[in-house]
């Protein structure tokens, strides 16, 4: 049976109506203070690319009912190019990385200094918004908290005359933020998470906190990068290649935040060396039960095989649990947006995905479900990763492995 917005408005009101609101908050998509409206089914079409070479345009409804039957897709609308700037200018080659970790003396020190409590503290946070769906106020909103976060975690290392953190705007209002550690090149090494949250049932209404997905990985990575900025070397500049940490907004509506800044990149020819995502890096309930082991998902399909190899032995050398291969399929997370642009990109998840948390997109993405040990985990594979990619001489590498002038 097909119900219409507005009937399914009156049915869900009273769930979407429960958080308690204080008067005069300011408030674009619950608030109804005339009765709930008679909400036409949008017009607006959508570019959506569901596979290579598979597109269609569709309205924003459709958009969550294809979300909701477990497809995945970008959305490009407004970057449709994305996939042949650099292939145009011939500056894609093949990725070369480190044959194996070697900065452990260095990076095990500061594993030690990851702290749970700052992962829960953070989270609690991160997920007390009514939900963070990038067209939301609510999503404005906790994307400015979370750049105060981040702002905040510069100034405590006091590395505020070399280290920045600034939004990439977006028309939508939820912007993406970027912050940035320089090193002695401007060759670049983007570590990623996903800030925004969505209902698929009524994105605009109903409640989602997204604590998993993707608070747990918005926390992940904002807890190594507090952790690095502990080391002097790191703060004042030593690394040969730049350090990047990326919160994307609108990666629910069709990975549009980072495809803005990869496109961005991509224009202005950046020498992105490698990207790693974190997309929930909380949840091990469906694994234990199964009586597996926990481990670290490492995606197979649809990433630099070369990078995805150097995360197996980072995990190996950096994480007190194993991997485990796992497939995600087509444009599954903002990885896919930095591969699209021809950058080397590989993404890491909690679980192999049949196990991965079958809460999230509801308002029963929860903390309660997740665990802290295992954010730690990918919070440990973040810091080593950055840290060994950060002191990697590409060029001398290339130049070994007889890579120089070696496009795809």
């Given at each position: 049976?097909?119900?219409?917005?507005?009937?399914?408005?009156?049915?869900?009101?009273?769930?979407?109506?429960?958080?308690?609101?204080?008067?005069?908050?300011?408030?674009?998509?619950?608030?109804?203070?005339?009765?709930?409206?008679?909400?036409?089914?949008?017009?607006?079409?959508?570019?959506?690319?569901?596979?290579?070479?598979?597109?269609?345009?569709?309205?924003?409804?459709?958009?969550?009912?294809?979300?909701?039957?477990?497809?995945?897709?970008?959305?490009?609308?407004?970057?449709?190019?994305?996939?042949?700037?650099?292939?145009?200018?011939?500056?894609?080659?093949?990725?070369?990385?480190?044959?194996?970790?070697?900065?452990?003396?260095?990076?095990?020190?500061?594993?030690?200094?990851?702290?749970?409590?700052?992962?829960?503290?953070?989270?609690?946070?991160?997920?007390?918004?009514?939900?963070?769906?990038?067209?939301?106020?609510?999503?404005?909103?906790?994307?400015?908290?979370?750049?105060?976060?981040?702002?905040?975690?510069?100034?405590?290392?006091?590395?505020?005359?070399?280290?920045?953190?600034?939004?990439?705007?977006?028309?939508?209002?939820?912007?993406?933020?970027?912050?940035?550690?320089?090193?002695?090149?401007?060759?670049?090494?983007?570590v990623g998470a996903h800030q925004d949250s969505i209902n698929l049932w009524l994105p605009s209404v109903l409640p989602a906190p997204g604590a998993d997905d993707d608070g747990s990985g918005t926390v992940t990575i904002l807890e190594a990068f507090r952790v690095l900025l502990q080391s002097e070397d790191i703060v004042k500049g030593k690394h040969e290649n730049t350090l990047e940490f990326h919160w994307y907004s609108a990666e629910e509506g069709g990975l549009l935040g980072s495809q803005a800044i990869f496109h961005e990149y991509a224009k202005q020819a950046r020498d992105v060396k490698a990207m790693l995502q974190q997309d929930m890096t909380g949840f091990v309930t469906l694994t234990l039960e199964a009586g597996l082991a926990e481990s670290v998902g490492v995606v197979v399909d649809h990433v630099d095989p070369n990078l995805t190899e150097f995360i197996k032995k980072v995990i190996v050398a950096y994480c007190d649990i194993p991997y485990i291969e796992t497939k995600c399929g087509y444009a599954c997370s903002d990885h896919a947006s930095a591969s699209k642009a021809g950058y080397p990109s590989a993404f890491v998840i909690e679980a192999p995905f049949e196990y991965s948390d079958n809460h999230i997109h509801s308002s029963d993405d929860v903390i309660k479900y997740l665990s802290f040990d295992h954010m730690i985990q990918h919070a440990r594979l973040t810091l080593a990763f950055a840290y060994e990619l950060a002191f990697t001489d590409f060029p001398k590498l290339e130049k070994q492995q007889g890579n120089d002038m070696g496009d795809l």
């Open positions: 049976m097909k119900i219409s917005n507005a009937s399914l408005l009156t049915l869900l009101l009273p769930a979407a109506s429960a958080r308690f609101v204080e008067p005069g908050e300011s408030d674009r998509v619950v608030l109804y203070p005339n009765g709930i409206p008679n909400v036409p089914r949008s017009t607006q079409k959508f570019h959506i690319e569901l596979g290579p070479g598979e597109t269609r345009w569709v309205t924003e409804d459709e958009k969550w009912a294809l979300r909701r039957e477990g497809k995945r897709f970008f959305d490009i609308t407004d970057n449709s190019d994305l996939d042949t700037i650099r292939a145009r200018s011939g500056s894609i080659k093949k990725s070369v990385f480190p044959e194996k970790p070697t900065r452990q003396d260095d990076v095990k020190p500061l594993l030690k200094q990851l702290s749970k409590t700052e992962l829960e503290d953070h989270l609690t946070t991160f997920s007390s918004f009514h939900t963070r769906y990038y067209k939301s106020d609510w999503g404005r909103q906790s994307s400015e908290w979370l750049l105060a976060q981040v702002l905040d975690t510069i100034k405590t290392a006091g590395a505020e005359d070399r280290v920045r953190a600034e939004h990439f705007k977006h028309p939508w209002g939820q912007h993406s933020i970027i912050a940035t550690i320089p090193g002695k090149t401007n060759s670049t090494v983007v």
